[in-house]
């Protein structure tokens, strides 16, 4: 029971700066987009994380035409237009897989997208110093320095 509870601590420890994309028929109208984002929000922040930002790009040309699941009431189920909105948060990976379950429920959705939102900082604040360019440029003149000495000496 104790090793459950620990990795569920564990899980919910993990905390990723996401950027969900999400695509909605331009004919939606402004409560069913409020309602959706409201919904993503409150199971974001319900679950311990934090919604950083939420934006509007308004209503643009899709590469392709696009189709939804279901026709609308004019018997539309392709879109050549679409609405484009982001949602930046940071959660764990469960929250996020519960985020696109969502939008996949939602009949105003035509696509959606994940992405690991990253700048400078997450490169700064990574735990795995492997990885992070910052330490490994610290490390190497560290050790050319040391070369220098040795070969001084």
């Known amino acids: ?23 909605t028929r331009n004919t939606a109208n402004f409560a069913q987009l ?19 930002s939420v934006q509007n790009h ?18 539309n189920r392709y879109y050549k237009k679409g609405r484009f909105l982001s949602i930046y948060y ?16 939602e009949e105003q959705v035509l696509r959606t997208t994940h992405l690991k939102a990253r700048n400078k900082l997450w490169y700064v604040n ?10 490994q440029r610290v490390r190497e003149m560290e050790e050319a320095e040391a070369n220098t000495m040795v070969q001084d000496a």
């Open 126 to 135: 990574i735990a795995r110093e492997d990885k992070n360019p910052y330490i």
């Open 1 to 23: 029971f104790n090793s459950f509870t620990s990795s569920i601590k564990e899980q919910q420890a993990i905390m990723v700066f996401y950027e969900c994309v999400i695509t």
């Open 90 to 105: 940071d959660a764990n990976p469960a929250t996020q897989t519960a985020v696109t379950g969502i939008c996949k429920m």
């Open 58 to 75: 308004g209503i643009r040309q899709v590469p392709h035409r696009f189709k939804a699941k279901y026709a609308d009431r004019e018997g």
């Open 34 to 52: 409020t309602k959706l984002v409201k919904e993503i929000s409150q199971k974001v922040v319900g679950s311990g994380g934090i919604v950083r």
